[in-house]
């Protein structure tokens, strides 16, 4: 089995949120714990922010 997904949106900032509700939805499915889907929609929101703002 295959525990992996690939979402590409365009850079927007309000693909933010899409970018964080995905990444909780799958860490939901892992099976990960509350506070540990907290701080992955953290790192996420982090992430897809400095792309679009220092990647394009």
């Known amino acids: 089995m295959s525990n992996h997904v690939?979402?590409?949106f365009p850079n927007v900032s309000?693909?933010?949120?899409v970018a964080r509700l995905a990444a909780a939805a799958f860490a939901s499915f892992q099976?990960?714990?509350?506070?540990?889907i907290e701080e992955?929609?953290?790192?996420?929101?982090?992430?897809v922010s400095n792309a679009i703002l220092h990647a394009y």
């Open 6 to 8: 690939l979402i590409r």
């Open 31 to 36: 099976e990960f714990s509350i506070s540990d």
């Open 14 to 17: 309000s693909n933010v949120s």
């Open 40 to 47: 992955i929609k953290v790192a996420v929101s982090e992430a």
